[in-house]
C-alpha cells in the first residue's frame, strides 16, 4: 500500500496541474457562438484585442510562421477561442503568449532530431500514420518511457511527435489538425513513473496544443493505473475526461475498438495490430511523402501510381472497412468501472475520402462505423 499511496499523492499532484491549466467551457465570453453572425463577432473580437494589446495581428502572424505555423487565421483564433471558453480577450492574449514562445522555442519552424537525442534513443514513441478520419495515429510505449531529469528536452520532444502527427493530418477530413495518442502501459512500471514529466507535457498540451487532442487510450492498463485514475477522476476537468478511453483488458474486445476507430491496419503488433512499428523520427519523411502526394493527386491529367496504402500501413496492407463499434465503447460520464472503457470524446464527421487519403488509398469510415469522437 505504501507504493500505492506514494503514487497516488502523485497523480493528486499531477490533477491539480491538470485543473489549473484546462480550461473550462462555462468559464469566459458566454459560452459557444450560437450563429456564425455570433462568430465572426467573436473572431473579430479576438482580433481587436491582438491588435491592441499584443502587438498587432502582423506581428502575431509573423511569429507563428517563425515557429512553423499557420498565422492567425479564422481557424486559428477559432482553435484558442474554444480552448478559451469563447473570451475573445483570453484567447488573444494566451495565442500571442504561444507565438512568441513558438518563435523563440522553434526559431526553425521545427525542432530538429539533433535537439531530442536522449528522448529518440528510448524509442518510445511511434507515428503510425493517418487513420480514416485523417487523424495522425501517435503511439507511446510507456515500458520504455525513463524519467528525463531535463525538461526543456521533454518539451522539445513532445514538439518533435506532436507537430509531425499535426502537419500529417488530412486538411480535407481534419482541418483542425487533431491527433490520436494510445498509451500502451502493460510493461508500465514504478521505473517509469513520471509524475514531473506528465506535469510537462499537461502543461505543453493546454499551454500550447489547444483543441489539438481528438482521443487519448490507455492499452492493457493494470489494476493499479485504473484505481489511480478512479482517485484523481473527480479533479480532472470534463472536458479532458471525455477524451479519455481505459480500453478493456479483453483483447479481442479492445482491437475491435480500435479497429472500428483507427484501424487494426494501422497499428503494431503490440497493440493487436498487424502494422510494423515505425518510430516518430520517420514523421518527417512522411510528412513530405504525403505532401508530395497530396500536391500530385491537385495535378491536372491522369492521377500518379501509388501503393494503395494508407499513410503509415505496411506495404501490401491495404485498409478494410471499419467493423461497427461494440457498445462498450459508447462512452460514460461515470467513474471508470473495472473493464470497462472510461469514456470517448468527440467525434469526427464521417464521410467520404478526401483528395488526399483517396490518393493515398486510405478507405472512408464505413457508415456509422466507429467511435463517436467529439
Not at 80 to 109: S, V, Y
Not at 118 to 138: I, M, S, T, Y
Request: charged share 20%; hydrophobic share 45%.
Amino acid at each position: 500500500m505504501g507504493l500505492l499511496s506514494s503514487l497516488s499523492e502523485s497523480l493528486v499532484s499531477l490533477s491539480s496541474t491538470v485543473s489549473s491549466h484546462t480550461p473550462h467551457l462555462h468559464q469566459g465570453h458566454g459560452g459557444a457562438p450560437a450563429d456564425e453572425a455570433a462568430l465572426e463577432a467573436l473572431l473579430a473580437g479576438a482580433r481587436a484585442e491582438i491588435d491592441q494589446h499584443h502587438g498587432g495581428v502582423d506581428t502575431v502572424s509573423n511569429l507563428l510562421r517563425v515557429g512553423g505555423e499557420e498565422p492567425v487565421t479564422d481557424r486559428q483564433l477559432k482553435r484558442w477561442l474554444a480552448a478559451r471558453g469563447w473570451d475573445p480577450a483570453r484567447a488573444a492574449r494566451d495565442l500571442a503568449a504561444h507565438a512568441a514562445w513558438r518563435a523563440e522555442t522553434m526559431p526553425d519552424g521545427r525542432v530538429a532530431d539533433s535537439e531530442v537525442r536522449n528522448e529518440l534513443a528510448q524509442r518510445k514513441v511511434l507515428l503510425q500514420g493517418l487513420d480514416r478520419r485523417g487523424r495522425g495515429v501517435v503511439v507511446f510505449i510507456g515500458g520504455n518511457h525513463a524519467p528525463n531529469p531535463d525538461q526543456s528536452e521533454v518539451q522539445r520532444f513532445f514538439c518533435y511527435s506532436t507537430d509531425n502527427a499535426i502537419a500529417l493530418a488530412d486538411p480535407e477530413l481534419n482541418p483542425e489538425g487533431r491527433i490520436i495518442f494510445l498509451f500502451d502501459v502493460g510493461d508500465f512500471g514504478w521505473k517509469n513513473f513520471d509524475v514531473t514529466g506528465a506535469k510537462t507535457l499537461f502543461k505543453m498540451i493546454h499551454a500550447h496544443y489547444v483543441e489539438r487532442l481528438a482521443v487519448f487510450y490507455f492499452y492493457n492498463a493494470s489494476a493499479v493505473l485504473r484505481q489511480l485514475y478512479r482517485l484523481v477522476y473527480p479533479f480532472v476537468d470534463p472536458v479532458t475526461r471525455q477524451k479519455v478511453v481505459f480500453l478493456p483488458h479483453d483483447a479481442a474486445e479492445a482491437a475491435a475498438i480500435l479497429d472500428a476507430d483507427i484501424g487494426l491496419h494501422l497499428l503494431p503488433p503490440s497493440l493487436g495490430g498487424t502494422a510494423e512499428p515505425r518510430p516518430v523520427e520517420g514523421g518527417r519523411a512522411m510528412v513530405e511523402e504525403a505532401a508530395r502526394q497530396r500536391a500530385a493527386s491537385q495535378q491536372p491529367g491522369p492521377p500518379p501510381e501509388a501503393p494503395a496504402a494508407e499513410v503509415g500501413a505496411a506495404p501490401g496492407t491495404e485498409c478494410a472497412a471499419a467493423p461497427a463499434a461494440p457498445a462498450a465503447a459508447a462512452g460514460a460520464a461515470a467513474a471508470p468501472q473495472e473493464d470497462a472503457v472510461v469514456n470517448v470524446g468527440g467525434r469526427e464527421a464521417d464521410g467520404a475520402p478526401s483528395k488526399q487519403q483517396s490518393a493515398l488509398g486510405v478507405a472512408p469510415v464505413n457508415g456509422a462505423a466507429g467511435l463517436a469522437m467529439a
